[in-house]
Structure formats: structure tokens, C-alpha cells
């Protein structure tokens, strides 16, 4: 079993429509927790960091940490054809590397 | 352009060739990480360095895989012997060592065919 799981998908949605991302992790020692977007044949780039439970906003995307129950999710209000991407979760603790889920591909169809 | 700068962007090679691929971190950072990244999947650590000290090294960089950071700066990844279980999009990434952990800047990307 994988230390972060993630649903594949694709996910399909239409413009506007609000979007639910999730991962599941095993690995009690996460501390911090991060969702990059990666366009197609480019490297991922940051979205969203949070350390602690609960949830961060960033404008049309939230980021909600549950660590109780070892699960995250990324929602994305008023989806735009743009946020077309594959998501990725990842997680850390202090100065170890960033293990990452398997990415989930969005389309958002206009 | 300040961001993480790999090259080439795009290897093709023959099996068995040796290939080297190349990063330039963003200037400030003192961390370099290469992250292997295969189709539908999410990317997977390989090694980091600190400075120009590889502190951590991946079960998946088997003896045909070299990493080097001399004085600090850039990185280069050489694969001997390539096979076409190699075929990949190779990553770098850079951050800081202090503040906020974890946050990395990751590259365009290197993606290599073995034929």
C-alpha cells in the first residue's frame, strides 16, 4: 500500500461547477501538507500549503487537513477550463522530502 | 528568469547509452532534489542534496544512477547504462533549507526515451 493514495479520476466537470479533491495518507509523521497543479509536460507548481488541521483559503481554492483521519482535500470554487491540470497532495515532516500522491487529471469543460 | 532551469528538456537515447541531465537551482537555495516522474503517476524522490552533501538517496537509485552538486551549485543526474525502464520525466526541484519546510520549486522537467 501506498503511503498517499489518490483517486486517478479523469474528473470531468463543467465551467463553474465546485470541485473536490482528496487524498488519503497512512503515515502518522506528516506534518505539513501541499497540493501542486501540473499543466501537461511541465513541472508541478505549488497551490496550496498548510501545517496544522483545519482550513486554508486562497482565493477560489481551499485547502481542508484532516489529520484524525489522515485526509486531506483541495476544493476549488467557480472551476474555469484554465484549472485543467493534473493535481497533485504531498506531504512531509521537518526536513524530509515531499512524498507525493499519484495526481489526479481535472477537466473543466466549457 | 529565475526559476529552477533544467536541460536538456528532452532526451531521446538507444539502450545501453549513458545520459546526463542538468539543473540549475534558484540562486538562493542551498537544497536540490531530483524526483523521478513516469506517465499517470505522481513524482517519486530519488536524492537531495544540501549544499554540494547528498544527504539522502532513494531505493529506486540503483548503482547505474549518479548524482552530483559540486560546490553547491548546480546538479547533474547521469544514468549509465539506460534501460527502458528509465524512460521518464526526470525533476529537479530547490528550496530553501530554512523556513517554511517542505515548499519546493520544482523545474520544467527533463524527459527521457529509451528506445
Known amino acids: 500500500q501506498k503511503e498517499v493514495e489518490q483517486d486517478p479520476g479523469p474528473l470531468s466537470v463543467p465551467e463553474g461547477a465546485i470541485v473536490s479533491l482528496n487524498c488519503t495518507y497512512s503515515n502518522s509523521a506528516f506534518q505539513y501538507f501541499m497540493w501542486y497543479r501540473q499543466y501537461s509536460r511541465k513541472g508541478p507548481e505549488l497551490l496550496m500549503y498548510?501545517?496544522?488541521?483545519g482550513n486554508k483559503e486562497d482565493g477560489r481554492f481551499t485547502a481542508q487537513v484532516d489529520k484524525s483521519s489522515k485526509y486531506i482535500s483541495l476544493f476549488i470554487r467557480d472551476s474555469q477550463p484554465s484549472d485543467s491540470a493534473t493535481y497533485l497532495c504531498a506531504m512531509g515532516h521537518a526536513g524530509n522530502m515531499l512524498t507525493f500522491g499519484g495526481g489526479t487529471r481535472l477537466m473543466v469543460k466549457p | 528568469d529565475t526559476g529552477v532551469s533544467q536541460d536538456p528538456r528532452h532526451k531521446i537515447t538507444k539502450r545501453g547509452q549513458n545520459v546526463t541531465f542538468r539543473c540549475d537551482p534558484i540562486s538562493e537555495h542551498n537544497r536540490l532534489y531530483w524526483y523521478r516522474q513516469t506517465l499517470g503517476q505522481g513524482p517519486e524522490f530519488l536524492t537531495y542534496?544540501?549544499?554540494?552533501?547528498?544527504?539522502?538517496k532513494s531505493r529506486l537509485l540503483s548503482d547505474r544512477f549518479s548524482a552530483e552538486r559540486p560546490k553547491g551549485s548546480f546538479s547533474t543526474l547521469e544514468i549509465q547504462r539506460t534501460e527502458q525502464g528509465d524512460s521518464a520525466m526526470y525533476l529537479c526541484?530547490?528550496?530553501?533549507?530554512?523556513?517554511?519546510?517542505?515548499?519546493?520549486?520544482f523545474g520544467e522537467g527533463s524527459r527521457l526515451t529509451v528506445l
Open positions: 526541484a530547490s528550496r530553501h533549507g530554512q523556513g517554511n519546510t517542505g515548499e519546493l520549486f
Open positions: 542534496f544540501q549544499n554540494e552533501a547528498q544527504l539522502e
Open positions: 498548510t501545517y496544522s488541521s
